[in-house]
Every structure is written in structure tokens, then in C-alpha cells.
């Protein structure tokens, strides 16, 4: 077993963690965890949520491994579990939230899409982070991985397994839904 996997290559890590060597797999969580933290906090903001599901990545990762077949970089099998574990936690606090308000409710939209107090609000990043709360999801993954984690269009579509074309509209729409909710706020 190896001290230090540093300078090692990516199919020998995974190859090693499949074997059982948690000093290899640690060496996976230490170069995605950052991304993964971009990628879920972009979505959720930063909350406990964000915390948990980052966890989970690595969990899911962990019991999935065997199936990394290497046809696409490691960050993309990773970044596609964030990625989908996330819009499942969305989708979780929506149907949650959903019980407890009625349609058109707009007190309870405020608490669904942001955690945040009076006090935070005035500071511009915390502003901005609750704008992109308030984005459909399908919007606001292609607002953080295009501009929060500064994946090409390309990338990005490659990742969410979209064409081009919509990456390129959703993130149009983005900008304009952001730009009419930060004027709200």
C-alpha cells in the first residue's frame, strides 16, 4: 500500500480504491471535493443540505466505483452523481415545501428558495446566491457549472447529457430570470 498517491494517475486510483485501499480513495476526495462543493453549493446554497449531499457524492461514489468504466475523466462520473443527487434534494424540499403551502403562497416560495436573514441579504453575494435559488433547476445547474465552476458549454452539455443548443438557451433564460430577481431584491 502506497504512503502518499500525490502524483498518481486516476485509473490507478480507482483501481486501487476498488481493491479496498482507502488511502487511494482519499486521494479521490481530496482532488473532487472541491468541485463538489462548487457544484451542490451553486444549486442549493450554503446550507446543512449542501454539507450532506456533498457527503453522499462520495458515499455513492464509493459503492459505484466498480461500475467507472473510464470512457469519460473521473470528474465527470463525479460531477454527474453531484449533479443527480442534488436535483434529487431539490425535488425533495419542493414536494416537502409543497405540503405546507398552498399555490400562489408567496411567504412560503421566500423560505423555500433561501435560508437566509434580514442582515445577509444586504451583502451582494448573498443576494446573488438567493436570486439563484429562486431559478427553476434545470436553469440554475447550467448557471453553475457554466459560471460558478467555469465548465465550457460544451463540457456542460457532455456532463447533463443535453444538446448544445439547450445549454446555450437555459443559460439565456438564466441570465435574464437572475437579472429580474436581483432587480426585485
Do not use: C, W
Amino acid at each position: 500500500m502506497k504512503e502518499s498517491y500525490r502524483q498518481t494517475e486516476e485509473s490507478e486510483l480507482v483501481k486501487a480504491s476498488i481493491e479496498g485501499d482507502k488511502l487511494a480513495f482519499g486521494e479521490i476526495m481530496e482532488r473532487y471535493s472541491k468541485m463538489v462543493a462548487r457544484t451542490v453549493k451553486g444549486m442549493l446554497g450554503d446550507s446543512v443540505y449542501a454539507e450532506d449531499i456533498g457527503q453522499e457524492v462520495f458515499i455513492k461514489l464509493y459503492h459505484s466505483l466498480s461500475e467507472f468504466r473510464g470512457e469519460a475523466k473521473l470528474s465527470t462520473y463525479i460531477q454527474k452523481i453531484a449533479i443527480n443527487l442534488t436535483l434529487n434534494e431539490i425535488k425533495r424540499r419542493k414536494r416537502f415545501f409543497s405540503m405546507f403551502s398552498q399555490k400562489g403562497n408567496s411567504e412560503m416560495y421566500e423560505y423555500e428558495i433561501a435560508d437566509f436573514d434580514s442582515e445577509e441579504r444586504r451583502d451582494a453575494s448573498e443576494l446573488v446566491n438567493k436570486a439563484l435559488m429562486g431559478l427553476d433547476p434545470k436553469f440554475r445547474i447550467i448557471v453553475a457549472m457554466r459560471m460558478l465552476q467555469g465548465y465550457s458549454t460544451k463540457e456542460t452539455a457532455e456532463i447533463l447529457n443535453l444538446p448544445l443548443g439547450t445549454v446555450l438557451s437555459r443559460l439565456s433564460r438564466a441570465q435574464e430570470q437572475l437579472k429580474e430577481i436581483l432587480e426585485k431584491l
